[in-house]
T-cell receptor, first 113, second 109 residues
Framework: DVKVTQSSRYLVKRTGEKVFLECVQDMDHENMFWYRQDPGLGLRLIYFSYDVKMKEKGDIPEGYSVSREKKERFSLILESASTNQTSMYLC????????????FGSGTQLSVL | GENVEQHPSTLSVQEGDSAVIKCTYSDSASNYFPWYKQELGKRPQLIIDIRSNVGEKKDQRIAVTLNKTAKHFSLHITETQPEDSAVYFCAAPGQNFVFGPGTRLSVLP
């Protein structure tokens, strides 16, 4: 079974801090995604990557960056955390192609105070 | 970019009744249409998907129907049970894997 692991389940940070959210998958998937989930707004795509060192902006990339140095790891970086970035962050991966099943991590609930 | 809408946003049904959730999308190039279920406090999981070369797919109590001309597809759940209570998301993946805003289904005992 595919395993997508997010490093933290809950995280509390201060405004202005640099925050790293880590995601690791164990199925050699080419594609990895970062979403944020807010009540009533569904799953909104922040960034995605189809290959190592490759990244593409999603619908809401402002205030975020990503890093994919190794195939199995996709990191989301909040350069200077703000209170409006308080949210549930979900990582996902899939095998090659857009028409493939996404496997999600269990999520990181980030609170920025 | 792709625009995906779902209706209704909330749905309450009596146990044993059927539930239908509709998803509309804008990108006519979409050819893969999945439905994900997210139970409270858990991660979204794929429950059924359909590709554009078929009009309907069934898996036990759940089914998905696709109308590519009208750009919508629907999730059908028959004989609903309390464990079907969850938020359901559709997606119409194009270049970005874009999800709808979700439908909260409550199955009342």
């Amino acid at each position: 079974d595919v395993k997508v692991t997010q490093s933290s389940r809950y995280l509390v940070k201060r405004t202005g801090e640099k925050v790293f959210l880590e995601c690791v998958q164990d199925m050699d998937h080419e594609n990895m995604f970062w979403y944020r989930q807010d009540p009533g707004l569904g799953l909104r795509l922040i960034y995605f990557s189809y290959d190592v060192k490759m990244k593409e902006k999603g619908d809401i990339p402002e205030g975020y960056s990503v890093s994919r140095e190794k195939k199995e790891r996709f990191s989301l970086i909040l350069e200077s955390a703000s209170t409006n970035q308080t949210s549930m962050y979900l990582c996902a991966s899939s095998s090659n192609g857009v028409a493939e099943k996404l496997f999600f991590g269990s999520g990181t609930q980030l609170s920025v105070l | 970019g792709e625009n995906v809408e779902q209706h209704p946003s909330t749905l309450s049904v009596q146990e044993g009744d059927s539930a239908v959730i509709k998803c509309t999308y804008s990108d006519s190039a979409s050819n893969y249409f999945p439905w994900y279920k997210q139970e409270l406090g858990k991660r979204p999981q794929l429950i059924i998907d359909i590709r554009s070369n078929v009009g309907e797919k069934k898996d036990q109590r759940i089914a998905v129907t696709l109308n590519k001309t009208a750009k919508h597809f629907s999730l059908h759940i028959t004989e609903t049970q309390p464990e079907d209570s969850a938020v359901y998301f559709c997606a119409a993946p194009g270049q970005n894997f874009v999800f709808g805003p979700g439908t909260r289904l409550s199955v009342l005992p």
